[in-house]
């Protein structure tokens, strides 16, 4: 499963970066929004630190000013994967740039039926809200399991990519279920590298080296 980073934060994403097993970047305005910079800047610098795919995610509402702002944030830098919202001018748009060569990411997912429909509309990534779903007492992992499922029943070529995820134990059902990406925020990656055992264990280890000679 490919690992992204979900934040916009570089010095976060430096240091994920430096673990050798982040992937990409995913942004939306909520997490720019807590930068104070200018999107297109942040996001070139984010590629200067990540080779991968980074997602920057539209504002625009209407068609034609959707189009226009998709392909200026696509023309940014070669790594970047345009983010559109689900919905019928979503569709209608990320028909129209997929067949351009414009990667896009489908945000807002909540269903697997969504996902198809986005798949088939030519998304690169679609991004199930695993946390939000869960939130409101529905299964998130379930929209990743289902369209997993539906996309390989198909051969669809879109990556199932689980967005808001809120803890370590929802990466590791991501990956169980297949997902293709799990886009993860910076404490949980964090998280994940420790486990209480593994301190413990070095603990036992450094006192116990201090009763011989290593050389
Ligand atoms: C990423 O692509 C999504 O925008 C993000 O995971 C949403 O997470 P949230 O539900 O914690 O805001």
Partial sequence: MQ???DTANIDE???G???GVVDGVTTNPSLLAKEGVEYRDRVLEIAS???GPISAECISTEF???LAEARRIAAWHENVVVKIPMGEVGLQAIHRLSAEGIK???TLIFSANQALLAAKAGATFVSPFVGRLNDGGQDGMAVIRESVEIFENYDLDTQVL???IRGARDVTECALAGSHVATIPSAVLFQMMGHPLTDKGIEIFLRDAQK???V
């Fill in 104 to 106: 896009i990411n489908v």
């Fill in 3 to 5: 690992i992204f980073m």
């Fill in 17 to 19: 970066a430096a673990l």
């Fill in 49 to 51: 630190v990540v080779d």
């Fill in 13 to 15: 994403i430096r240091r």
């Fill in 162 to 164: 689980a967005a808001s």
């Fill in 212 to 214: 011989y000679s290593a």
């Fill in 64 to 66: 034609e000013p959707l």
